[in-house]
């Protein structure tokens, strides 16, 4: 990394040693992971280069949109509407916390028996080792499961720009008059912050640049149902969480430029993996950067992975907005109707996650599905059992897994991965 980027993380107050030590293991990790991988799309080249520019290059576009008076705002969740931080001349990128770090400083703040992307949020604080969180003017926390909600009480203390959004926990009319309701205030906020009104026409532009964004995923997406598969599922991820910090236009152009690649790579029956590979779609908790165990795992004891039903995969990208609204109050209505079909493991009841997970298993024809839930998860670990018991009475073959962001278990998860691809066969 240049010296230039030096002097940019010491300004944006990052502890220098603490960060090093991150970004070597970040690079050895992909370096591992990702570029050991064989036959990969030529176009995964500008991903490689992204990741490799996480904490540069990208890091400084934002402060040099900042310094043209473009505020930064960033986000733990697919709640929190990029539509209108993008309306307001804002830009959303989202807190990876993918990784344990500073855990003995975290368990001063949090109990252990917390869930490690909750724990990560506080360690990349508490740790100065994020340069996106410290370049943002807004921090949005939102009440969704309880250990996020309490958790956003304690780190206002130590994120003095944090705003939280409250959600609400059942799909009924008051609920959606409640979201309605926050996503206006949130649009109050946003414009008080960057000191510009959202018009129709921004707000327009908003949604269609975040729907653009959305339907080169889609594209992507259904180019992975081919057999052989065109492309691992650990890029697919990549993408899927790259989505959350690059600029929208670039990254779609980037993606649609994949989508071509792997059009061509269909045609002539090229695939990464070969035709008989056991077909898994990966269904739960979100995976932010740098959480690429599971899927690894996955893909290294002989399975490819179809497709995801995550917040970093289809539950967050599935539905576009309707732009047609004449006016802000009716565009804003579309961006509730299209927000309120999230179907979080935080809904009581939440039937709709039970028919997506089916209709994507048929969808990207999965011989099986694995459940994956983050410890002391209580939302996902409470759905994943009704889930696997709803699965396997539609005989589709279907593995729990509850883990953590260490690699403590890496060799007791490949077991019973290896097990279950074999049952797959
Ligand atoms: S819309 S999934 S991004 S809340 S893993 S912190 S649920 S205890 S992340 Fe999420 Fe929004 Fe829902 Fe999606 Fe809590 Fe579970 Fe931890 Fe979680």
């Known amino acids: 990394m240049s010296e230039d980027y030096k002097s940019m993380w010491e300004k944006l107050g990052l502890d220098l040693e603490a960060h090093d030590m991150l970004l070597n293991v970040l690079g050895k990790g992909y370096q591992d992971i990702f570029l050991s991988q064989k036959d990969r799309p030529e176009g995964m080249g500008y991903f490689d280069f992204v990741m490799s520019e996480v904490h540069g290059l990208r890091i400084k576009e934002l402060m040099d949109e900042k310094d043209q008076g473009r505020k930064i705002i960033g986000s733990y969740c697919v709640f929190v509407p990029e539509e209108i ?60 499961c309880d250990g996020k909600k309490k958790a956003y009480e304690t780190l206002k203390d130590l994120v003095s720009n944090l705003y939280v959004m409250d959600l609400p926990q059942v799909k009924s009319p008051m609920g959606r008059e409640l979201l309605k309701k926050e996503y206006y205030r949130f649009k109050e906020a946003v414009e008080s912050l960057t000191g ?47 989505f959350f910090y690059d600029n929208p236009k670039r990254f779609t152009e980037s993606v649609n430029k994949i989508c071509d690649e792997l059009e061509i790579r269909i045609q002539n029956k090229q695939g990464v993996f070969s035709e008989k590979t056991p077909r898994v779609l990966l269904s739960g908790c979100p995976m932010a950067v740098p959480n690429w165990k599971l899927p690894w795992l996955i893909e290294s004891s002989g399975a490819v992975i179809v497709g995801e039903e995550s917040c970093v995969g289809e539950r967050g990208t599935r539905n576009l907005t309707n732009d047609s609204g004449r006016t802000v109050e009716e565009l804003m209505e579309a961006l509730v109707d299209r927000y309120f079909k999230v179907d979080c493991a935080i809904f009581t009841p939440n039937p709709d996650r039970l ?27 409470m759905e994943s059992m009704p889930i696997e018991k709803a699965l ?22 490949k077991t019973r991965l290896e097990a279950f691809i074999e049952q797959l066969k």
């Open 85 to 144: 931080a993008l309306a307001a001349n804002a830009t959303l990128v989202g807190l990876c916390a993918g990784a344990d770090f500073a855990m003995e400083e975290v368990e001063k703040y949090v109990p252990r028996n917390t869930c490690a992307l909750i724990k990560s949020s506080f360690g990349f604080k508490l740790g100065k080792v994020c340069p996106y969180l410290e370049a943002t003017d807004m921090v949005v926390g939102e009440n969704t």
């Open 196 to 242: 510009k009104t959202i018009t129709v026409e921004s707000l327009k532009q908003g949604i269609d640049t975040v729907n653009a964004k959305r339907k080169a995923i889609h594209r992507l997406s259904l180019l992975r149902k081919e057999n052989p598969a065109p492309i691992s599922g650990l890029d697919a991820l990549l993408a899927n969480q790259v």
């Open 355 to 381: 028919s997506h997970i089916k209709e994507m298993a048929k969808t990207y024809r999965a011989d099986g599905v694995i459940h994956y839930s983050l410890q002391f998860c209580q939302p996902y670990l």
């Open 392 to 413: 396997e009475d539609n005989n589709i073959p279907t593995l729990r897994i509850e883990t953590d962001y260490s690699m403590e278990d890496a060799g007791q998860l």
